[in-house]
């Protein structure tokens, strides 16, 4: 009997009798993180790494009921002994490792190989199964150091700052966001926008460190934000609000920016390929890392990253899934 299966609900734990990160309601989901295409209302029982949890409350209420576990320690649920590793998705993300008669699955989720700087960095973990997302699974993704990165962003701003204006960034509520303020803390006063403020707070009560930032309010006037830094979620980006702020200069942060920058969102006066999401060379490098027999490939380019993978000598096939990718949904990253 297998460990997993992929059933129209989600992954399943066929002897332990629980999901993971199901897309329809079940009595008892396990959740890799907090992005809406990975979490949903309606299960009866959650389980999720203990700074995920105020995300679950934010997004689906309060009265959830909701075990955590921090990084490592082991419960076993119907025989099954289960563990969260690091995936440095973004913070709180895990991987779930499964072990029964000697098999070990994990099921990674969404993960990047770099350390962010705020999110506990991604741990290997060696096992017989491993399920990988493939988001950015083509050859043509390989991201630029992270520092390179943000030196172009502080760059950016500072030439808007010149100039007086408003340098507006478009980011996910939560992991990119997070990113931007604690990269561009001492770049000038941030604001951002109510979710983001949230999940800020959920994290800061939790006992994460963040930098000060300013929640936006209708109370906000447009000249207090001239020069300062503006992060929103991309559902807002072309929003009639951005429009009217004094002498706007927009720019997004994602992935796709590496090369679908003339695509996607062709309003933007600049974008920054920053993703929390593993590379081509990242997830090869994470999936050798585990020493898997056998690799299952979920959202993303599943085709191209399965093929490879056999091609190198690492059994390999595609499972198709309903978790989205970094630009399809409003809070994933």
Same mark, same amino acid.
């Given at each position: 009997?297998?460990?997993?299966?992929?059933?129209?609900?989600?992954?399943?734990?066929?002897?332990?009798?629980?999901?993971?990160?199901?897309?329809?309601?079940?009595?008892?989901?396990?959740?890799?993180?907090?992005?809406?295409?990975?979490?949903?209302?309606?299960?009866?029982?959650?389980?999720?790494?203990?700074?995920?949890?105020?995300?679950?409350?934010?997004?689906?209420?309060?009265?959830?009921?909701?075990?955590?576990?921090?990084?490592?320690?082991?419960?076993?649920?119907?025989?099954?002994?289960?563990?969260?590793?690091?995936?440095?998705?973004?913070?709180?993300?895990?991987?779930?490792?499964?072990?029964?008669?000697?098999?070990?699955?994990?099921?990674?989720?969404?993960?990047?190989?770099?350390?962010?700087?705020?999110?506990?960095?991604?741990?290997?973990?060696?096992?017989?199964?491993?399920?990988?997302?493939?988001?950015?699974?083509?050859?043509?993704?390989?991201?630029?150091?992270?520092?390179?990165?943000?030196?172009?962003?502080?760059?950016?701003?500072?030439?808007?700052?010149?100039?007086?204006?408003?340098?507006? $960034?478009?980011?996910?509520?939560?992991?990119?966001?997070?990113?931007?303020?604690?990269?561009?803390?001492?770049?000038?006063?941030?604001?951002?926008?109510?979710?983001?403020?949230?999940?800020?707070?959920?994290?800061?009560?939790?006992?994460?460190?963040?930098?000060?930032?300013?929640?936006?309010?209708?109370?906000?006037?447009?000249?207090?934000?001239?020069?300062?830094?503006?992060?929103?979620?991309?559902?807002?980006?072309?929003?009639?609000?951005?429009?009217?702020?004094?002498?706007?200069?927009?720019?997004?942060?994602?992935?796709?920016?590496?090369?679908?920058?003339?695509?996607?969102?062709?309003?933007?006066?600049?974008?920054?390929?920053?993703?929390?999401?593993?590379?081509?060379?990242?997830?090869?490098?994470?999936?050798?890392?585990?020493?898997?027999?056998?690799? $299952?490939?979920?959202?993303?380019?599943?085709?191209?990253?399965?093929?490879? $993978?056999?091609?190198?000598?690492?059994?390999?096939?595609?499972?198709?899934?309903?978790?989205?990718?970094?630009?399809?949904?409003?809070?994933?990253?």
């Amino acid at each position: 009997m297998a460990l997993i299966r992929f059933t129209n609900k989600g992954i399943y734990c066929t002897q332990g009798d629980f999901y993971i990160d199901p897309w329809k309601p079940v009595n008892y989901a396990v959740t890799t993180h907090g992005h809406a295409d990975h979490v949903k209302w309606g299960n009866k029982a959650y389980l999720c790494h203990e700074l995920t949890k105020s995300i679950l409350n934010q997004r689906l209420g309060a009265d959830l009921n909701i075990q955590t576990l921090p990084y490592y320690k082991k419960i076993a649920i119907n025989g099954v002994n289960l563990s969260l590793f690091p995936a440095g998705h973004v913070i709180g993300s895990a991987q779930i490792r499964l072990e029964y008669k000697g098999e070990i699955c994990v099921i990674s989720g969404d993960y990047k190989i770099e350390h962010d700087g705020i999110s506990t960095p991604f741990e290997p973990v060696k096992c017989h199964t491993f399920v990988s997302e493939s988001t950015f699974g083509l050859p043509i993704y390989k991201w630029q150091p992270q520092r390179e990165v943000f030196g172009q962003i502080k760059d950016w701003v500072s030439t808007n700052q010149g100039k007086n204006k408003t340098s507006v $960034l478009a980011a996910y509520s939560l992991g990119k966001a997070q990113r931007l303020i604690k990269g561009l803390d001492g770049y000038g006063d941030i604001y951002v926008h109510n979710s983001i403020a949230n999940v800020n707070e959920g994290f800061v009560h939790a006992g994460v460190n963040l930098p000060e930032t300013i929640r936006i309010t209708p109370e906000t006037k447009k000249e207090e934000l001239r020069k300062g830094i503006v992060i929103v979620p991309p559902a807002i980006f072309d929003s009639r609000w951005i429009k009217t702020l004094t002498n706007p200069a927009t720019a997004v942060c994602s992935g796709w920016m590496q090369v679908r920058a003339a695509r996607r969102w062709q309003s933007a006066d600049a974008g920054f390929a920053l993703s929390d999401h593993a590379d081509w060379p990242g997830l090869l490098l994470a999936i050798k890392a585990t020493e898997a027999e056998k690799v $299952l490939v979920t959202h993303g380019f599943t085709a191209t990253l399965s093929k490879y $993978l056999n091609e190198i000598g690492i059994e390999s096939e595609e499972v198709k899934t309903q978790y989205g990718d970094e630009g399809e949904e409003e809070e994933k990253s």
